[in-house]
Nanobody, 129 residues
C-alpha cells in the first residue's frame, strides 16, 4: 500500500520560509514522479512543483524562483523549500506521486492533478501579512 505523509506546514509571516516534507511508504521515489499541489479555500487544486525520477523539475509560474523541490532517495523523502512566502501562498499543500510519469506528459496535460495516482492528506501553510 502506497502512503504519502506531508509535514512541515505552519503559520509564517510574509517573507518567511518553510520546508515541507513528503515521506513515502510502499513506494520508492526513484521510480516515481512526485508533485506538490496546493488548494486554497474556494479554489481548485493546482500544481506548484514536480520532480521526475531522473531529477527534472517543473514549477508553476506563481512559485518559480521562490520554491525548490528536491528528493532524498536515501530517506525516500521529497522536500519543497518555500521561500519569500506571500499571503496568497496560503493553502493546504498536498504531495502526490505517480509511477513513470514523464515531464513531457505533465507539461502537455498542464500539470493536472488528475494524472497523479497517489495522494497524501495535506499540510496547512498559512502566511500572514
Amino acid at each position: 500500500e502506497v502512503q504519502l505523509v506531508e509535514s512541515g506546514g505552519g503559520l509564517v509571516q510574509a517573507g518567511g520560509s518553510l520546508r515541507l516534507s513528503c515521506a513515502a511508504s510502499g513506494v520508492t521515489f526513484d521510480e516515481y514522479t512526485v508533485g506538490w499541489f496546493r488548494q486554497a479555500p474556494g479554489k481548485e487544486r493546482g500544481g506548484a512543483a514536480a520532480i521526475t525520477s531522473d531529477g527534472s523539475t517543473h514549477y508553476s509560474d506563481s512559485v518559480k524562483g521562490r520554491f525548490t523541490i528536491s528528493i532524498d532517495n536515501n530517506k525516500n523523502v521529497v522536500y519543497l523549500q518555500t521561500n519569500s512566502l506571500k499571503p496568497e501562498d496560503t493553502a493546504v499543500y498536498y504531495c502526490a506521486a505517480s509511477r513513470r510519469l514523464t515531464m513531457n506528459t505533465i507539461l502537455i496535460l498542464r500539470f493536472s492533478a488528475a494524472i497523479f495516482a497517489f495522494w497524501g492528506q495535506g499540510t496547512q501553510v498559512t502566511v500572514s501579512s
